[in-house]
């Protein structure tokens, strides 16, 4: 059976920014569960759901959260899936709180923390955990950044040719 991901976010306000986890992750076929869950308003649900998360299905976790960002470590602290923190830029402070908040964990509690906003990274991080297991993800990636490559080249060979 594929391992599924859940994407979480804290608040439906950050839907726009984890939307590119969702279409990268569909992008490579890999079942997708999105909710919202806060580690401040609904901590016992959000535990719950990452203490049962591996068998639920699921082969990683990605957690968005903006401001004091907890979600990412409180996920983190009830499962040994992997979970990876979408920092969500909000208006306070250029979302550097967020950041800060998702990429320093205590020991024993990691959280590998992607950009600020950097929900398409989430998605191709998460498809590159499963892809350790699954041939047919591993695939699709090898061919994802062949075609990086060859769309760099394209463009340095435009510019090439062009006059200045």
Do not use: W, Y
Not at 72 to 98: E, F, M, N, Q
Request: glycine share 8%; aromatic share 2%.
């Amino acid at each position: 059976m594929k391992k599924k991901v859940a994407v979480i976010m804290g608040s439906d306000s950050d839907l726009p920014v984890v939307k590119g986890a969702i279409g990268t992750l569909k992008s490579f076929g890999i079942p997708v569960e999105v909710h919202v869950m806060s580690a401040h308003r609904t901590p016992e649900q959000a535990c719950a759901f990452a203490r049962d998360a591996r068998k639920n299905g699921f082969g990683a976790i990605i957690a968005a959260a903006g401001k004091a960002a907890h979600l990412a470590g409180v996920l983190a602290a009830h499962t040994t899936l992997p979970v990876i923190g979408i920092p969500i830029k909000s208006s306070t402070l250029d979302g550097l709180d967020a950041l800060l908040a998702t990429v320093q964990m205590p020991k024993g509690i990691p959280v590998a923390t992607v950009a600020i906003d950097g929900a398409d990274n989430a998605g191709i991080l998460a498809a590159q955990m499963l892809a350790l297991s699954d041939e047919e993800i591993a695939a699709q990636l090898d061919a994802m950044k062949e075609k990086m490559t060859q769309d760099v080249l394209a463009k340095d060979a435009a510019i090439q040719s062009a006059e200045f």
